[in-house]
């Protein structure tokens, strides 16, 4: 069983930058894929980032490429999402979701993740 805890969220104005991080329960968090989510209001949920158990492979929408980094600490069983160049279309909450680790597979897919966090809401407003 996997505990996830999403903070860092709050509000921030177009082009500012916010740090979303995921914290989780037990001692086998290296064995999770870790991956990162999104919901705007009256929208589907959306894929934003994912990153395998070792850190080594990440995967990213095209909205979000060249702006987002996500990122691990295994020792501190802790997911990190750095959001910069934020713009007012990134406003959603944000959710971060694991799947068990499986070799070569990072996927998009909200379906293939078993456990989720509450959420965080992010508004990007000036």
């Known amino acids: 069983q996997v505990q996830l805890v999403e903070s860092g969220g709050g509000l921030v104005q177009p082009g500012g930058s916010l740090r979303l991080s995921c914290a989780t329960s037990g001692r086998t968090f290296s064995s999770y894929t870790v991956g990162w989510f999104r919901q705007a209001p009256g929208k589907e949920r959306e894929f934003v980032a994912t990153?395998?158990?070792?850190?080594?492979?990440?995967y990213y929408s095209d909205s979000v490429k060249g702006r987002f980094t996500i990122s691990r600490d295994n020792a501190k069983n802790t997911g990190y999402l750095q959001m910069n160049s934020l713009k007012p279309e990134d406003t959603a909450v944000y959710y971060c979701a694991a799947e068990i680790a499986r070799v070569g597979v990072l996927s998009p897919m909200g379906g293939e993740y078993g456990w989720w966090g509450q959420g965080t809401q992010v508004t990007v407003s000036s």
């Open positions: 990153i395998s158990w070792s850190g080594r492979s990440t």
